[in-house]
């Protein structure tokens, strides 16, 4: 039979099937193959015996949440507590962007900003409104709601920054734990532990983990730089040009003539320097 796993506990996969759900364990011919199954895998499965039999071909994968077959990210974003950082939402545009998943980002705990912190994230955002990306706010459910229908959508963020609350409040039916990030942070753990599949608003939403700041995948140097995807606006003398050192870059004008934010650059170089992954 096949079926979709939407949980991972151990060794033990929860399947999703027209018919219900199974328990299944990987067995036989997984043991030959470097292929381990992740949640969002379609597989074939032995209903009798409870066995995972085979992966059906990915769309995608990411290795950070460990997901697959993902339409768009919703990159769960806090202003505060933990703080609002561009490198970090640079580095997981990027990591999306490289997986050709859609980036949404998602904006929490506004509520917890003054006047003046707002009015420059603000700006900020704007920017990546500018570039082509959407911004929503947790506050705005209207405007979350929208994102789901027909799309499984992972939620990626780092911990504490309100995924898992997110959910709840989308759908009165989840019960999903949360934890102040103080009491998260001094167990030395994420309240999230799994990466669970769930169906809301008509949609597939995965809940994960959250990370901390060094916690992250490399993306190559080439993808890396048609990652930042306004660069590519800007088409320099030198064909293959990085924009780091090479002369009359283009890119590097336009941050000085602020048409792009400097921020996205500095995190562009950073990035680059893998050390800073
Ligand atoms: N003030 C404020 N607090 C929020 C907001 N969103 C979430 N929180 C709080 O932030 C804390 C962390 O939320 P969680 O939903 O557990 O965070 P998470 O991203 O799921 O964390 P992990 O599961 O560890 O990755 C909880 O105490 C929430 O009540 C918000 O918009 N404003
Ligand atoms: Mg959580
Ligand atoms: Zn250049």
Redesign the pocket.
Known sequence: MKGQIVKIVSNLCTVECEDGIYECTPRGKFRNQKISPVVGDYVEFDEKNNYLLEILPRKNHLERPLVSNIDQGLL?T?VK?PDFSTNLLDKLLAVMEYHHITPIICI?????LNRKEKKEIKKILKYYQKIGYKVVY??KLWQVRKIFKNKTTVLT??????????I?KLDSKFQ??????SK?LGRGK???RHVELLHLLKGKVL????FSQLDFQEVPDHELRDAFIEFQKYPCPYKDCMHLSEKECQVKANVEKKNILASRYENYQKLMKKSRW
Do not use: F, M, R, Y
Request: glycine content about 12%; aromatic content about 2%; proline content about 3%.
């Open positions: 769960v806090s507590s929490t705990k506004w509520d917890l947790n506050h963020g780092q911990t504490g920054a309100g995924k898992s609350t997110l709840n999903l734990e949360t934890n102040e990030i998260a994420h309240t999230t809940d994960t983990p959250g």
